[in-house]
């Protein structure tokens, strides 16, 4: 059998795209035969595990080169059916073609060429994250401080805290703007941009200089970064203490001095949650908004939690017993389920659009993703949950090479690989080589992940 970590190092480096001789990212899928034009481009999401990967080989460069490549897209500002993308946009992907006279050209994705027009709001942040590891970890506060930078990092925070309509402190966005990237009925305030929204806000002090420039918008930050953890360890935290408050809630109450502040009708408790949620066990939900509380959990957004700091150290404690009881459920024959249960019948109809990608326990709705290890280790590590992590690295190991580092399985338990899954998908590839890495050596989690 192959040795897995040495088959993921062959796909990484054989995804490295470059630019006038440069490397400056990796293409999200080597799969001659792509399922979807767009897995030739280099996705910001999909790029976090390999340039973790990098950043731990000391390969600088490549990271360096995606910061700035990023960045100078977000300069071509173009029109989007109307208006112009705003400052403090960034692309979900980009691309190389090549151009008359032998030249290169970049070409970017602001989501006016995905597929549903879907709006990349998580790739701003993903930026602003993996710039702050590359400062810390090159000790390079110089690269940050460049005035390009500091003045996108201003765009980025105006526009994260701009004023709108919203009560909430949360962040309300489009549907599919971020790793669930089609209808799955995660519009508002879905807790995977909650979770790096938090994060950005917490990483500005340390990003961006402190002048009087600066001054006005980083205090803002302070406050929403208070007020938002507040209020998503408040809202969005599910256990069975909580859910008795919620099965007795009263409804329609008006004012300051109320505890069914959101209006959640207790009859919207699904049925699956009561016996599934353990006694020592709790997440935080997948949404919340006016009257709604999506109550399916999604991992991705509770494992940035616990990264980020949004979860606290008994809440990411409470996350990791869920894993461990519903082990089956959650991680079952390969790491990790995106989100938990599917959505089937006409729910899936209504919710969906009818998406065949995303019928029951397939792709978003329910299918099990090997790109999310990297966040699965890293969580479980920095909650000193190691015997997890190794559990699943284990079942990832046994599987990922034989099957060709797909992108992505089906079925309850995730036993059949994705019906439209691309394979050689990058992210899967590097994931498992950031899981090794941390179980390998556990105090890089801090420094990494
Ligand atoms: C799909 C996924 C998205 C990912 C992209 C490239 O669109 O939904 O999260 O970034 O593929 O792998």
């Known amino acids: 059998m192959k040795n897995p970590i040495d088959s993921a190092y062959k796909i990484l480096r054989d995804s490295i795209i470059t ?85 290169e050209e970049l070409i970017a994705d602001f989501g006016d060429r995905a597929i549903g027009r879907v709006a990349p709001v998580d790739s701003i942040m993903f930026w602003v994250t993996l710039l702050a590891r590359y400062v810390e970890i090159t000790d390079d506060a110089d690269f940050a401080r460049q005035p390009v930078i ?12 701009k004023d709108s309509f919203e009560i909430y402190p949360t962040l309300l966005t489009p549907d599919g703007s971020f790793m669930v990237d089609r ?50 360890r408040k809202y969005y935290w599910l256990d069975i203490e909580r859910l008795n408050e919620i099965h007795r809630f009263k409804t329609e109450q008006f004012g300051y001095e109320i505890s069914n502040v959101l209006n959640i009708y207790p009859e919207s408790i699904p049925g699956w949650v009561v016996d599934w949620l353990p006694d020592n066990a709790g997440y935080l939900a997948g949404n919340i908004g006016p009257g709604r509380m999506d109550f399916r959990f999604f991992a991705l957004g509770n494992l940035l939690a616990i990264i980020l700091g949004l979860a606290d150290e008994e809440e990411s404690s409470a996350i990791f017993n869920l894993f461990e009881a519903r082990w089956n459920d959650l991680v079952g024959d390969m790491p990790l389920k995106i989100c938990y249960p599917a959505l089937e019948g006409p729910e899936w109809e209504l919710i969906t659009g009818c998406d065949p990608k995303n019928v029951a326990w397939s792709y978003h709705n329910g299918g099990n993703w090997p790109c999310l290890m990297w966040a699965f280790t890293g969580a479980a590590m920095r909650t000193g949950r190691r015997e997890p992590a190794r559990r699943a690295f284990e079942i990832a190991c046994r599987r990922l090479p034989e099957d060709d580092w797909p992108e992505y399985y089906d079925g309850k338990n995730g036993r059949l690989i994705g019906r439209r899954a691309s394979f050689k998908q990058v992210w899967s590839a590097s994931s498992l080589i950031v899981s090794h890495k941390v179980l390998e050596d556990p105090d890089l989690v801090s420094k990494l992940i």
């Not at 630019?19 to 979807?36: K, M, N, Q, W, Y």
């Open 19 to 103: 630019f006038e001789g440069r490397p400056i990212g990796t293409v999200a899928s080597l799969h001659p035969d792509l399922p979807a034009e767009n897995y030739q481009e280099c996705f910001v999401r999909d790029f976090m595990p390999s340039a973790t990967v990098f950043l731990h080989d000391g390969e600088y460069e490549i990271v360096r080169n995606f910061l700035e490549t990023v960045l100078q897209l977000h300069k071509q500002q173009r029109c989007i059916v109307g208006h112009k993308i705003v400052p403090g946009v960034l692309p979900a992907s980009f691309k190389v073609v090549q151009a008359s006279g032998g030249r």
């Open 150 to 161: 500091q003045e996108a990092l201003r765009d980025i925070l105006n526009l994260l805290l």
């Open 183 to 232: 209808r799955m009925g995660v519009y508002g305030h879905p807790l995977e941009v909650q979770a790096l929204f938090y994060g950005v806000l917490r990483l500005m002090p340390f990003l961006m200089a402190h002048d009087d420039e600066n001054k006005k918008s980083l205090e803002l930050a302070k406050k929403r970064e208070e007020i938002l953890r507040d209020y998503v």
